[in-house]
């Protein structure tokens, strides 16, 4: 975990936890039984790439696959409960580049109360193209769906999503 110099250390703290959850559930629980070997990426991958880690298992031979891990997320930074209902999709970084939805990770992986939700990062996309229909701009501070998100002073553009809207396209990984 490679923290920017615009994640408050909560986030950071968060993001770190959340990518070492999910490294255990890989290595101890696997994907449809199999069990997964680990590695984080370097801090160039991390950066440019937008991936967290790398995991393979040596009943698929010479397939590897990377994957960026997303906290549980508050709505408002000053919320006091992270919550499962709306997750943020980050479609331009804060200098205007893209967003971690168009990296290079073959994974979303969001973070959720009872585990997480892994995505298909190509799948993410088409959905989240699906969606841009319902995507709009307004200059009230309310966190709704589909609305478009631009911080003061950064180049940054999100979109709050339902979750349900995801559900379809992915899995879900728990420790249960």
């Given at each position: 975990?490679?923290r ?28 449809n ?12 991958e991390?950066i440019?790439?937008?991936?967290d880690?790398?995991f ?28 499962d ?6 479609l ?11 990296g ?15 995505c ?14 319902k995507?709009?701009?307004?200059n ?19 979109v709050?999503?339902p979750?349900?809207e ?5 899995f ?5």
């Amino acid at each position: 975990m490679y923290r920017n110099k615009y994640d408050n250390s909560d986030c950071a703290e968060r993001g770190k936890s959340a990518e070492e959850r999910f490294k255990l559930l890989l290595e101890t629980k696997g994907i449809n039984g199999y069990r997964m070997t680990v590695t984080y990426s370097t801090k160039i991958e991390n950066i440019n790439n937008h991936i967290d880690m790398w995991f393979e298992s040596s009943k698929i031979p010479n397939k590897r696959f990377s994957a960026d891990v997303k906290a549980r997320k508050r709505l408002n930074r000053s919320d006091a409960n992270l919550q499962d209902d709306l997750i943020w999709i980050e479609l331009k970084n804060v200098q205007g580049k893209n967003g971690w939805l168009y990296g290079d990770a073959d994974y979303i992986v969001f973070e959720i109360e009872s585990g997480f939700l892994i995505c298909p990062k190509d799948k993410l996309i088409a959905q989240i193209e699906k969606l841009k229909p319902k995507f709009f701009e307004s200059n009230d501070n309310s966190k709704v769906p589909y609305k478009l998100y631009s911080r003061k002073n950064r180049k940054d553009l999100l979109v709050l999503i339902p979750i349900e809207e995801i559900l379809p396209i992915s899995f879900k990984l728990t420790s249960r």
